[in-house]
């Protein structure tokens, strides 16, 4: 099913004029990492293993010769089915998992939302898990005793902001999240599965928050299988598939070849869960 | 496009520039220099994770306080009396100090490899979320450590006083052998914290291996007790020169041998060398194997 637009998707490298105009580059990524299939690795059921000379790790290939670039303002949104190498790119991009080959190029502060990392200590109230995520991520105490109001206020926890953790719902967990990952005034924000938390006043507030930052020109990262959150929000989407860019085109052309696609399967129902 | 001179200069700050470029490490090692740089600029993290996870535990509260030096200061006497039934009671205060001083540095470097076995699968999500150097967590352990270990000085400082051993500057050789104690204590909870990932139960076997190592360490005796044929036991347990150098310097007056001094030392370096460049070199694996 080789189209027009998918071979635009090979040759569509921005042109720009300057380096500084991209915020992303990467050039022939490829990240390929060994795991184990075990849900807990121990040292008991490798020693088990090791008596019936079996391996339990395996090689994963998530992203082959990956190559484009985005300018600054993008907002670029990565759909593609389970396993295409989504999260694994956005974390390369973050700087989380090494390129094992290639190269990524980044210009300009990252603020992540990869699988809802704020919360790590669920013994630990809102507030200082928030401050430790920042302080992890670099900024200083001063940068976080400035932001930490806007964060709160934006949550909109309340109390529960000095309350364990362990205590949230899911939505509230969300909710920190996506607070934090916004109000860290990234230049790129790379989002994972984060667009749809909450209540829909909150998904609302979320999706005008998205907006402000598109418009101050922040380059922004969304990984959804929320089509309709894509097609509103994005001006630009890759479709992974095994590994590679698919299609990168706008979003309406890759979103309905998306569709066709997975209409094998899939109902468009599933699909547009988030509105 | 970014010349090759532009590439050395960026790679220099791989968690804070503003550009950052991401490359395959050929060695598995990241560039030391910025790397441990990096991690000097976010120390404030691992204080502050510290702290918060003594404050988890209860800690801020007055019985939380009470605990912590009540806690090792039962085992202590516990040790002791059993100590005391075997030996058939010919053992007094000045050993009771050395016990308890030997028990509380032993517990800075058994909790600290406790908490550090937990620290990189308890981080699942920081880590899945943000790049900075990982060793942050398994340092947050050791600081856990130390500052659960402080308030043990105090009731340490009583005993010494109640024994009436020797108060003097010769005690200020205390703080190197501390010092070699930490730098250990960072490498084998760098070592146990990267087995950890790989083998969930290590922390299972850890206990054990920490109560025999207890045993196997000149805290319910002195060093120079050790019979002749366990010396090369001793010499393969490296807290047995750190102990017996702390117990020569502060139990019995003196300033520390040599030989202690330089194998401690020698230990701790090893162990730092070896648990760090393991885990340096292992950690951008962790994402994927949590």
Known sequence: MPSASEERALTLEQPSTRPRDSAVKVEHLSV????????????????????????????????RDVSFEVPHGTVLGIVGVNGAGKSTLMRTVAGILPPTDGRVEVYGRVSTLLALGVGFKGDLSG????????????????????????????????D??????????????????????????????LIDEALSVGDARFKQKSFE???????????????????????????????????????????????????????VSETDDALDDDD | MSTVADHRRVRDDEFTAEHHVYEPHRVGLPPLGPYVRELWRR????????????????????????????NPLLLALVLFLLVTIVRGGSRGTEFLAHLMLALFAFRLVSVSMNQGAKSVV????????????????????????????????????????????????????????????????SGATMLVATVQVYFRDLSNFLTYFLRIWVYASPVLYYAHEVPERFKPIMAANPLYPMLGSLSEIVNEGQTPSPGFLAGGLAWAVGALVVGGIFFVSREREFAVRL
């Open chain 2, 122 to 185: 308890g981080g699942g999500r920081l880590i899945l979320n943000t790049a900075f150097p990982r060793t942050l967590l398994p340092l947050s352990s050791v600081l856990t450590a130390f500052m659960r270990f402080l308030p043990t000085l105090v009731i340490y400082v009583v005993m010494h006083a109640i024994a009436g051993l020797p108060i003097g500057l010769h005690l200020l050789w205390a703080i190197p052998v501390f010092a070699i104690l930490l730098v250990f204590a």
């Open chain 1, 209 to 263: 928050k998205m907006r402000e930052l598109c418009e101050q020109a922040r380059t922004i990262f969304i990984v959804s299988h929320g089509l309709k959150g894509i097609r509103k929000l994005c001006n630009e989407v890759i479709w992974m598939h095994d590994g590679r860019v698919q299609m990168r085109d706008e979003p309406d052309t890759v979103v309905d070849a998306y569709k066709r696609f997975l209409d």
């Open chain 1, 32 to 63: 390929t990492y060994r795991t184990t299939f075990e849900k807990k690795p121990t040292l008991r059921s490798a020693l088990v293993r090791l008596g019936r000379r079996q391996r339990t790790v395996r090689e994963i290939k998530a992203v």
């Open chain 1, 127 to 158: 507030r200082e898990n928030v401050v430790l995520g920042g302080l992890a991520a670099g900024l200083t105490r001063d940068q976080l005793a400035a932001k930490y109001d806007e964060i709160a206020e934006f949550a909109e926890l309340g």
């Open chain 2, 43 to 70: 120390r404030h993290f691992a204080f502050e994770l510290a702290r918060t996870d003594l404050r988890a535990q209860h800690f801020n509260t007055v019985f939380g306080q009470l605990w912590l030096v009540i």
């Open chain 1, 160 to 189: 529960f902001m000095d309350l364990p953790m362990r205590t949230y719902s899911s939505g509230m967990y969300g909710r920190l999240a996506f607070s934090v990952a916004v109000n860290m005034e990234p230049d790129i924000l």
